[in-house]
């Protein structure tokens, strides 16, 4: 069972360019969302998707967008990047998006940097 | 609203001691409270989780938690600290029905000597 699988691991871009970040989980959860993690500031929720055709912002949302075509991936596309993006991206899943007593599940993780 | 406070950035504790990781929340609905452990250049991984009924969890790798809902606490123990639980640990809240969101704190990173 590969769990939550994302894509690349690293990644430079330069400023202006666009990217896509990719997750897909085989544990059939409805809920994924994406977080960036900054030193010093724990992780912070970009978007998140309760089921297949339904995104939502989180508290950081500028220069992402995501769409969620399929219950399997929910794909985080940066738009122009900037220096400010630089960070670490976690994709997560969780069984269901309503009952917060479901744990969510992390990948490892997409390091990513802009020159 | 709700928010997690995990007060300092960094705990170091000698081999064999006790480990004690603090976590206030606030939550304007009754919580569920998460804690999650980050080994360097991996993903977060469970630790143990508060939903309902025993207020004291737990956990994977002898770790345990104590809800204390009068307090608004959610703090993290371990008897004896071992090399390998060195690692960032994030305290974690999240609302109990709807779209609620997981709102982490800003982690504690854990080193452990010899």
């Known amino acids: 069972n590969a769990g939550v699988t994302q894509t690349p691991k690293f990644q430079v871009l330069k400023t202006g360019q666009s990217m896509t970040l990719q997750c897909a989980q085989d544990?059939?959860?409805?809920?994924m969302s994406w977080y960036r993690q900054d030193p010093g500031m724990g992780l912070r929720l970009i978007h998140y998707s309760v089921g297949a055709g339904i995104t939502d912002q989180g508290e950081v949302p500028n220069g992402y967008n995501v769409s969620r075509s399929t219950t399997e991936d929910f794909p985080l596309r940066l738009l122009s990047a900037a220096p400010s993006q630089t960070s670490v991206y976690f994709c997560?899943?969780?069984?269901?998006?309503?009952?917060?007593?479901?744990?969510?599940?992390f990948g490892d993780g997409t390091r990513l940097s802009i020159l | 609203a709700q928010s997690v406070t995990q007060l300092g950035s960094h705990v170091s504790v000698s081999e064999g001691a006790l480990v004690l990781l603090r976590c206030n929340y606030s939550s304007s609905v009754p919580p569920y409270l998460f804690w999650y452990v980050q080994y360097p250049n991996q993903g977060l991984q469970l630790l143990l989780k508060?939903?309902?009924?025993?207020?004291l969890v737990k956990g994977i790798n002898g770790f345990e938690a104590e809800f204390k809902k009068s307090e608004t606490s959610f703090h993290l123990t371990k008897p004896s600290a071992h090399m390998s639980d060195a690692a960032e640990y994030f305290c974690a809240v999240r609302g109990a029905g709807g779209n609620s969101k997981l709102t982490f704190g800003k982690g504690i990173t854990l080193s452990v000597r010899p």
């Open positions: 544990m059939n959860h409805e809920y």
């Open positions: 508060y939903t309902t009924g025993a207020t």
């Open positions: 997560a899943s969780s069984l269901t998006g309503t009952g917060g007593n479901q744990p969510q599940h």
